[in-house]
Every structure is written in C-alpha cells, then in structure tokens.
C-alpha cells in the first residue's frame, strides 16, 4: 500500500523567507500528488495537483511544488511567506482514478515577524 | 456555488452513545468521502460513496456506517461511542473521484465523547 512522509512536523519561518515543506511517498508507480493546506478550524483546500507532465507545478497563493520521480519526492516551496501562510499543510497520494487518498501527518507552518 | 455543507459544526456525547453527521455535497458531485483527522493519527479514510453505493472503505470497525442519498448528500453513524472516537470527521465531495480532479472539503464536524 502506498505511504506518504512528512519529515518535518512543525516549521517557523520569519515573513518574506523562503519555505519549502518536504513530501516522501511510498509506492512502485507514479502516483497522483497533491498539497492541501488547512487553517484553524477549516476544512482542507487544495493548493496544487500533480497528474502527469510538467514536474514542476504551480498552484495556489504562489506555491510551487517540483516532482522527482527519482527521490519519490513532491515538496512545496514558497519564495516569499506571508504571515496569513500560517496553518497546517498536508500531502496526499492517489494511486488510481476510484482509491482513496492517503495523507501524510501534516507540517504545521508557524511564521514569525 | 455553495460548498461543501457538514452539520452540525460541534458536538458533544457520552460513551455509548451514538451520533449521525451529515454532509451536503457541492451540487453535482456524485463522490463523497468521509476522513477522521486526529492529532496522533492524522487523516484517516473511512468511506467512500458514489451514486448512493459504497465504493471504497477504510479500515475502522462496524460501528462506522455511512450511506448516501439520491441527491447525493451523505450521513455517517457512529454506534457505541468510544473516547477514541474524539475527532474532527471531514467530508469531501468531488465529481466523480479521484481522476476528476479534487476533492473539495467541508469544514469538518467536531466530536467530542465524554
């Protein structure tokens, strides 16, 4: 069954630093990736989705995130964060078009001034 | 175009008891799953259901149960409440399932078993 590691369970960035959260999956094929962010008492919004194509992808709120196939990575950047950045970002896998998502622990990003 | 609609917001049971979430798909979506978000164990998958059938299911016990209606808004019962079962339970809907895109959350249901 396919996995996913978030290494890192709490960040603090300082505002306008650069950022970038760090996604591992488990699992024989490419699989689909996405990040999700949740701010305090909300549910879950997507920030961007990886499918096929183009490694490197653009979402939401300026976030990027860069498959490597040969890491099994899928990590999320940000050039600039912003203090409303601060929340909990999860990564999920999908292995098929009908299975569920599996979803890592979660990072909790903490921005300071 | 309204989202994903999760009722009630909070609530609080006592061990032994059993509670009825509902969630209110955006309209169209066919797909709705149900999550339970802990601190300890995170977001774990308990079902899936697509045009009022179960079409994926997680790995709890029976006394979790879902169904879905032909408008497609969903319940979900838990039976005999346990501490353990304290959690926020998400519901996400989408088109069709995974390959259509996203899935699009509701704000979540907050359980809490006394």
């Known amino acids: 069954a396919q996995s996913v590691t978030q290494p890192d369970i709490h960040i603090t960035v300082s505002e306008g630093a650069s950022l970038e959260l760090r996604c591992n999956y488990s699992y024989g094929a490419t699989p689909y990736l996405f990040w999700y962010v949740q701010s305090p008492g909300q549910g879950l919004q997507l920030l961007l989705k990886?499918?096929?194509?183009?490694?490197l992808v653009q979402g939401i709120k300026g976030f990027e995130a860069e498959f490597k196939r040969s890491q099994s990575s899928f990590n999320l950047r940000k050039p600039s964060v912003h203090w409303s950045d601060a929340a909990e970002y999860f990564c999920a896998v999908g292995i098929s078009g009908n299975t569920p998502l599996v979803f890592g622990k979660g990072t909790r990003l903490s921005v300071i001034a | 175009k309204a989202g994903v609609t999760q009722t009630p917001r909070y609530l609080i049971k006592t061990r032994g008891q059993q509670v009825t979430l509902s969630c209110s798909p955006i309209s169209g979506h066919r797909s709705v799953s149900w999550y339970q978000q802990t601190p300890g164990q995170g977001l774990q998958f308990l079902f899936e259901y697509f045009s009022e059938t179960q079409r994926n299911k997680g790995n709890f016990p029976g006394r979790f149960s879902g169904r879905q209606f032909s408008n497609s808004r969903s319940e979900m019962n838990v039976s005999t409440l346990e501490l353990g079962d304290s959690a926020l339970y998400l519901c996400?809907?989408?088109?069709?399932?995974?390959?259509?895109?996203?899935?699009?959350f509701g704000e979540g249901s907050r359980l809490t078993v006394l």
């Open positions: 990886y499918f096929s194509g183009d490694t």
């Open positions: 996400a809907s989408s088109l069709s399932g995974l390959k259509a895109g996203e899935l699009f």
